[in-house]
């Protein structure tokens, strides 16, 4: 019970606060070391090997140092007669800094009304939440940028790590964390990181098989729409990425549009295959649909947790 406690009272943190921008952040630091460790071995030779090295260590020691902690302060707490809830306490607060439901939902919404303003606005609003390069988009693939990241990242910012959290514990949810930004930041298919992140990039793919496929299914259950189940397995397997395209084939399906298309990173163009069917111009009516879809789905999944621990009483 006590685990449910510490599941709920991180996710209404969350909820009513948000990303906590002026607070040290674990996951900023893990965004630090990935990029001190990449400025120092993403040269010469061996890339591939060295860059499979950096996310193996920082992997390992993500695990390590989380339930290393959790023991600790669990320890600390029966010798100060605070029993299990000092570690209670921390757990809560590690779940607030790994979910990041509200803060996406507020990006997706900002964006919407900054392109509503300009166009130049809007290009620099969605520039905040995706990799693409944001320069030259029309009106209408911003907003289509804007919904692609906000289902991609109800994924990865909230479903995967609740996921790892009930299999886990708050150290699986850490080290999915850190698997994630790994891949976030090193994962691309270019000159740089082709070789350098490729294991990174494999790691997140597994990390991720399960709970893609669920986030896809919870955004169908919650809209009512499962009967598109076998439209969003079709469509989600024509993306470049194992995982990504579920969420978004689900959200194209249920909004009846379009997503995919040819896209710039760094300056390089990507073709990515179009997933919908409609092409049609997107609106803020879509994006209301969008985000309460997102809420929903994630209440239902901190829900399933939160079950998931009441059945299942172990020592995480």
């Not at 990449?38 to 010469?44: D, F, S, T, V, Y």
């Not at 179009?274 to 209301?288: C, K, Q, S, V, Y």
């Amino acid at each position: 019970m006590t685990r449910i406690i510490s599941t709920l009272a991180g996710w209404l943190m969350d909820v009513l606060f948000g990303d906590p921008a002026r607070l040290p952040h674990p996951i900023v630091g893990f965004g630090k070391l990935i990029a001190a460790g990449e400025k120092a071995l993403n040269r010469g030779k061996h890339r591939r090997l060295k860059g499979a090295l950096l996310a193996i260590v920082l992997i390992a020691a993500t695990a390590a140092a989380t339930w290393g902690a959790m023991y600790g302060l669990q320890l600390l707490g029966e010798r100060i007669g605070a029993g299990i809830w000092l570690r209670r306490a921390a757990e809560a607060i590690l779940i607030f800094f790994c979910l990041a439901g509200t803060t996406l939902i507020k990006e997706v919404r900002a964006v919407f009304k900054a392109v509503d303003r300009s166009l130049e606005e809007g290009r620099r609003q969605v520039a905040r939440i995706v990799g693409r390069d944001t320069a030259n988009l029309t009106a209408q693939e911003v907003r289509t940028a804007a919904l692609e990241t906000l289902a991609e990242n109800l994924n990865d910012g909230v479903i995967a790590p609740l996921f790892w959290l009930a299999l886990l514990g708050v150290p699986g949810m850490m080290t999915y964390k850190m698997i994630n930004t790994l891949d976030s930041m090193l994962g691309y298919r270019n000159e740089r990181y082709i070789d350098f992140g490729r294991f990174s990039a494999r790691t997140d793919d597994v990390a991720g098989w399960i709970p893609s496929r669920l986030t896809a299914l919870l955004m169908l259950l919650t809209s009512g729409r499962l009967n598109l189940i076998k439209t969003v397995h079709r469509n989600g397997c024509k993306h470049l990425s194992p995982n990504s395209g579920h969420p978004e084939a689900a959200l194209a399906a249920i909004l009846d549009c379009r997503f995919g298309g040819p896209h710039d990173y760094f300056g390089q163009e990507v073709v990515k295959p179009f997933i919908g069917d409609n092409d049609r111009p997107l609106t803020t009516a879509d994006m209301e649909v969008a985000t309460a879809i997102n809420r929903f789905s994630e209440i239902v999944m901190v829900s399933l947790v939160c079950l998931t621990q009441l059945l299942t009483p172990l020592f995480l």
